[in-house]
């Protein structure tokens, strides 16, 4: 079988199955190729050394990599008609201490095609997701592991409030992983020296109702986005942090003052897409189980911190304050999910914020 033949079957099989990564790893003598779902890598496949290197050329030569170059890593990306449909890929690549190429296969975000109170296990937390994204200015954050679907949940959320109101959004990604035609979506490019701090200010000047940033990584880009916080626009980003006390630890790190944060932070939502149960599995639904449909096998668990739980945390809270807090935590509403038999007790382990 051709090689292209091999990454068109490969793909198609893995965009069926609900994959988030495709996984080529060398071995000592082998390549072998992985699904990542739900968190976990699934074996799928061995090739030989040499296949596996023609796999690795050919799709860098698709995503307009240096096909020649194996000292660096490299990275690209592609929008490729899989089983009927237009995805977006990212491609990464890494050479091991043997000159032996990795590379990483992920399938970005598409839009959205369930309301938001679906994608969750208790509906009543997007009821406070709702709430937030109706207030005219001040910040929302969002926090949780790579791939736990923050950029969908922003999107959503944003493109039903929209759907009732008509206002201008604005975003500012890196890269776009959802094309969305009701917003004005730009990309950061840093080889054109066009970063998210020059973008912001530049979105300033058209006037948005909602200015969504793809991530605040740097002090510069925190500062800006809390400056457009402060001077009336509704911010929607995304942060690295655990939790919700994570998320204004990290905040202040970045070296965005304790005063900053109480007057432009409204709502901080850490989010978790964790295992659902499988009747037929009898735990963790299996990849190639369909017994549950690819989207219903994980889905989203909240924790969102607003008002009186955000000041506490940040004044270092009082008992009744913090009592609130943990009625509204993400332990909670996990023990909750598995209390009802949603999720099985390994990912209520799994899953649990120590």
């Known amino acids: 079988m051709k090689i292209e033949q091999n990454v068109i079957q490969l793909m198609g099989e ?17 390549y072998q190729i992985y699904f990542r779902v739900s968190g976990h890598l699934v074996e799928h496949s061995v090739v030989s050394l040499k296949k596996g290197a023609q796999l690795i050329a050919y799709l860098k030569f698709l995503s307009n990599m240096d096909v ?44 959205q095609k369930r309301k938001l109170v679906q994608t969750c296990y208790f509906p009543n937390q997007v ?32 493109k039903e409030f929209v759907g009732k109101e008509n206002c201008q959004v604005f975003t500012i990604e890196d890269p776009v992983e959802i094309q969305e035609t009701l917003f004005l979506q730009t990309q950061v490019n840093p080889k054109a020296g066009i970063g998210y701090d020059l ?17 605040i990584r740097d002090q510069e880009t925190a500062k800006m986005v809390i400056r457009a916080a402060l001077t009336g626009h509704l911010i929607v980003s995304s942060i690295h942090a655990k939790n919700g006390e994570g998320v204004v630890k990290r905040l202040l790190e970045l070296g965005v003052s304790a005063q900053q944060i109480k007057q432009s932070l409204i709502g901080v939502i850490s989010q978790k897409l964790v295992p659902q149960y499988c009747p037929f599995c009898q735990g963790e639904c299996h990849l190639y189980c369909s017994f549950l449909a690819v989207y219903a096998k994980r889905s989203v668990i909240y ?52």
């Open 127 to 158: 009821t406070v997701l709702k709430q937030l994204i109706e207030v005219k200015s001040g910040l929302i954050l969002f926090s949780g592991p790579v791939g736990s679907g923050k950029t969908t949940t922003m999107f959503q959320l944003i």
């Open 303 to 354: 924790e969102t911190l607003t008002g009186r739980e955000l000041e506490g945390l940040m004044e270092g809270g009082d008992a009744q304050i913090n009592l609130e807090k943990q009625t509204k935590s993400f332990n909670y509403y996990l023990r909750k999910a598995y209390s009802y038999g949603f999720i099985t007790k390994k990912s209520y382990r799994q899953y649990k914020i120590q």
């Open 68 to 111: 020649g170059e194996k000292r660096f890593p490299q990275s690209g990306a592609k929008n490729m008609l899989i089983n009927g449909s237009n995805k977006s890929v990212r491609f990464s690549t890494i050479t091991d201490f043997l000159h032996q190429e990795s590379l990483v296969i992920r399938f970005l975000n598409q839009t």
């Open 199 to 215: 973008l912001i200010k530049a979105s300033l000047r058209h006037h948005p109702d909602i200015i969504v940033v793809g991530e």
């Open 14 to 30: 893995a965009e069926k199955r609900g994959v988030n990564d495709i996984h080529l790893l060398p071995r000592e003598n082998k």
